[in-house]
């Protein structure tokens, strides 16, 4: 089930409209298909007369796998320059051994 996002200003007020069986099933298969809700679908459609809809791409387990990882040594990397640099404004490592962890923070 896709996530409600909040829209700015609020949620305002609903538009509701009727559909054949059919059509309403056609609607139904858009909307899933596009991975948004029927609300993010239907501003989408209408209110930037947009006729073909791109899917969102569905995360594989792999790709989620694969991002948190990343995101893990981006952070591990954030915290190692920040100590770095507090050291370094600190006197705690001198400027050598500084230039030697940003260039290698660099590679």
Known sequence: MP???RLP?????PIAFRL???DRAAWLAKVQASGMTQSEFF?????????AIQPRVAKTRDLVRLIYHFNKAGNNLNQLTHR????????KIGPASYESVLYQLEL
């Open 3 to 5: 996530t409600r996002k």
């Open 9 to 13: 200003g609020g949620a305002g007020k």
């Open 20 to 22: 054949p069986e059919a």
């Open 43 to 51: 501003r989408e459609v209408v209110l930037t007369n947009r006729t």
């Open 84 to 91: 770095v640099h507090g050291d370094h404004l600190a006197g």
